[in-house]
């Protein structure tokens, strides 16, 4: 079994930043990927960003490549997502997942575990 807890969203306004963080027990971390999802009310689960387990692979949905940043800390068993330049269409509760295994995964389906999710809301 594996636990996921979010922190850090919260309410900022247009153009501003914020760090999430996402906490993993249960299992050797460091051996998995790591993902970060968003759902806006009235929408689908979306894709954001994941992380290889080396860190070395780390593709972004088109929305947020280039502003958003996934990285992660094996020791602390913690992966991040730093979001910069954030728009008001980045509104949505941001979820951590964890797939079966080390590889890259885009897809809601393919994660078996998940966080409870932190709002994040941008002002315009």
């Known amino acids: 079994q594996v636990q996921l807890v979010e922190s850090g969203g919260g309410l900022v306004q247009t153009g501003g930043s914020l760090r999430l963080s996402c906490a993993a027990s249960?299992?050797?971390?460091?051996?998995?990927?790591m993902g970060w999802f968003r759902q806006a009310p009235g929408k689908e689960r979306e894709f954001v960003a994941a992380?290889?387990?080396?860190?070395?692979?780390?593709p972004y949905a088109g929305s947020v490549k280039g502003r958003f940043t996934i990285s992660r800390d094996n020791a602390k068993k913690t992966v991040y997502l730093q979001m910069n330049s954030l728009k008001p269409e980045d509104t949505a509760v941001y979820y951590c997942a964890a797939p079966p295994g080390g590889s890259i995964r885009v897809r809601p389906m393919e994660y078996d575990y998940w966080g409870q999710g932190t709002q994040v809301t941008v002002s315009s």
């Open positions: 249960g299992r050797a971390f460091s051996s998995y990927a």
């Open positions: 992380i290889d387990w080396s860190g070395g692979n780390t």
